[in-house]
């Protein structure tokens, strides 16, 4: 689907993205108040709270943009415009734990605020712009707020706000591009060292093939990672560190595999790769756990079937 640059939008588009941006959060914060009210009451209704206020943005928004441009409000969604987070719609994020609403909320208000003040910056019209600056002030407060339902609910003691913006930003900059590139150069590469090696019971041969992989797909992966978002609105860092984080650890995932194949016995180097391949799977199961709020024995499962039937596939293209 094509998208838009955030540059390349009008004063109009932007007021107009705006006001779906406030319908969406809105919208979110019902469905988590919703959520939680039978277990966490005193949460839920400050999520009811946040959401009126969401509602109070958008009229704000609203008036001054008829006032503005007219009736007509043209619709601008998040993700017809690149660098926006993609965010797991509530209902899949059932039963609700506390902690997990908390980091939703805290990441949703965060990336609306970074959104607000480069709106804020970009506006030319002196009653857009003191609106937008006055938003992205609403909408840290509102970040704030969720940062505190962790510390009341969860924790004896205070956490500082900046330990939290710390580790979000750690595993949107470094954690996500990182597995990203384990997950794929660890299973992408898998068919051909295998094909490879049963194909030509040559650990010399299967070495140079995984090798050449591996690197192919650092490179691939770094450019697509590097090209996908520029960070501004995201807060995911410099485009060109995420590409080569991305770039590394696909590379480091398919080499896994391959360096065994520097042993000239076939049947050893291969028996040593299918347990290296076995240790890296349940590092991606355990990254996915501690960073991504997947339960282990999900992530686990989804990453072995597909890693074995890469696996499986490998062998068998080899060996036909």
Same mark, same amino acid.
């Given at each position: 689907?094509?998208?838009?640059?955030?540059?390349? +939008?009008?004063?109009?588009?932007?007021?107009?993205?705006?006001?779906?941006?406030?319908?969406?959060?809105?919208?979110? /914060?019902? &469905?988590?108040?919703?959520?939680?009210?039978?277990? /966490?009451?005193?949460?839920?209704?400050?999520?009811?709270?946040? $959401? +009126?206020?969401?509602?109070?943005?958008?009229?704000?928004?609203?008036?001054?943009?008829? !006032?503005?441009?007219?009736?007509?409000?043209?619709? +601008?969604?998040?993700?017809?415009?690149?660098?926006?987070?993609?965010?797991?719609?509530?209902?899949?994020?059932?039963?609700?734990? =506390?902690?997990?609403?908390?980091?939703?909320?805290?990441?949703?208000?965060?990336?609306?605020? *970074?959104? /607000?003040?480069?709106?804020?910056?970009?506006?030319? &019209?002196? @009653? #857009? *712009?003191?609106?937008?600056?006055?938003?992205?002030?609403?909408?840290?407060?509102?970040?704030?707020?969720?940062?505190?339902?962790?510390?009341?609910?969860?924790?004896?003691?205070? $956490?500082?706000?900046? &330990?939290?913006?710390?580790?979000?930003?750690?595993?949107?900059?470094?954690?996500?591009?990182? =597995?990203?590139?384990?997950?794929?150069?660890?299973?992408?590469?898998?068919?051909?060292?295998?094909?490879?090696?049963?194909?030509?019971?040559?650990?010399?041969?299967?070495?140079?093939?995984?090798?050449?992989?591996?690197? @192919?797909?650092?490179?691939?992966?770094?450019?697509?990672?590097?090209?996908?978002? &520029?960070?501004?609105?995201?807060?995911?860092?410099?485009?060109?560190? $995420?590409?080569?984080?991305?770039?590394?650890?696909?590379? =480091?995932?398919?080499?896994?595999?391959?360096?065994? /194949?520097?042993?000239?016995?076939?049947?050893?180097?291969?028996?040593?790769?299918? #347990?290296?391949?076995?240790?890296?799977?349940?590092?991606?199961?355990?990254?996915?756990? !501690?960073?991504?709020?997947?339960?282990?024995?999900?992530?686990?499962?989804?990453? #072995?079937?597909?890693?074995?039937?890469?696996?499986?596939?490998?062998? +068998? #293209?080899?060996?036909?």
């Amino acid at each position: 689907m094509a998208t838009r640059t955030f540059n390349s +939008l009008t004063e109009q588009e932007i007021l107009a993205l705006t006001i779906t941006l406030e319908e969406d959060d809105a919208r979110t /914060y019902a &469905d988590l108040a919703e959520g939680l009210k039978g277990n /966490y009451p005193a949460s839920a209704e400050v999520f009811a709270g946040m $959401r +009126l206020e969401e509602i109070g943005h958008r009229n704000r928004l609203h008036a001054l943009y008829t !006032k503005r441009f007219g009736e007509h409000v043209p619709l +601008l969604r998040r993700e017809d415009i690149r660098g926006f987070v993609k965010r797991k719609p509530v209902w899949m994020m059932k039963p609700l734990g =506390l902690d997990t609403v908390r980091r939703q909320a805290a990441v949703m208000e965060m990336e609306t605020h *970074r959104f /607000y003040q480069q709106a804020a910056a970009k506006a030319q &019209d002196p @009653g #857009i *712009r003191e609106l937008l600056a006055e938003l992205a002030e609403d909408e840290r407060a509102h970040s704030l707020r969720a940062e505190e339902l962790e510390s009341q609910q969860l924790q004896p003691d205070v $956490r500082l706000e900046e &330990d939290h913006v710390r580790h979000r930003l750690f595993v949107m900059q470094v954690v996500q591009p990182g =597995l990203a590139g384990l997950m794929d150069g660890s299973v992408s590469t898998l068919a051909p060292v295998f094909a490879a090696a049963f194909a030509t019971h040559s650990s010399h041969d299967a070495f140079l093939v995984g090798m050449a992989a591996s690197v @192919g797909a650092g490179i691939s992966m770094g450019f697509a990672e590097a090209l996908s978002d &520029d960070g501004n609105l995201t807060g995911r860092g410099q485009p060109w560190m $995420r590409g080569v984080i991305c770039g590394l650890m696909t590379t =480091l995932g398919g080499i896994g595999h391959t360096v065994p /194949y520097l042993i000239p016995d076939f049947r050893t180097a291969t028996a040593v790769a299918v #347990i290296i391949v076995a240790a890296e799977l349940a590092a991606i199961s355990y990254i996915r756990k !501690k960073y991504m709020d997947t339960p282990f024995l999900a992530a686990a499962f989804q990453v #072995i079937v597909g890693g074995l039937l890469v696996f499986l596939t490998g062998i +068998l #293209i080899g060996s036909s």
